[in-house]
Nanobody, 122 residues
């Protein structure tokens, strides 16, 4: 059974946060894992994605240069390092997985974590 568990959210007056997605129930090296976020009254937005065993990474324009995605297949984890946080980064952040290839389209992912809240105060 596929399970994704996010951790690392919190309240931050700018600066940095590191989110982690712990995966279980599948061999994560063969699966792309992405981070999405959803702010109140907004659609879920793709933030970043890392492919399975070839480690290509993708970022939304809004986070390019500030966020970095990385994975540790030995630990079955995917981290999102978020630097230079802005109030507009405030959202619930979710990780999701699909077989092999990346996309930042939420509808392409069937398995999701429960989300972790990130709040950035001005």
């Amino acid at each position: 059974q596929v399970q994704l568990v996010e951790s690392g959210g919190g309240l931050q007056p700018g600066g940095s946060l590191r989110l982690s997605c712990a995966a279980s129930g599948f061999t994560s090296a063969y699966y792309a894992i992405a981070w999405f976020r959803q702010a109140p009254w907004k659609e879920r937005e793709g933030v970043s994605c890392i492919t399975g065993n070839n480690d290509n990474t993708y970022y939304a324009e809004s986070v390019k240069g500030r966020f970095t995605i990385s994975r540790d297949n030995a630990k079955n984890t995917v981290d999102l390092q978020m630097n230079s946080l802005k109030p507009e980064d405030t959202a619930v952040y979710y990780c999701a997985t699909r077989y092999r290839w990346c996309t930042l389209v939420a509808g392409s992912f069937a398995s999701w974590g429960q989300g972790t809240q990130v709040t950035v105060s001005s």
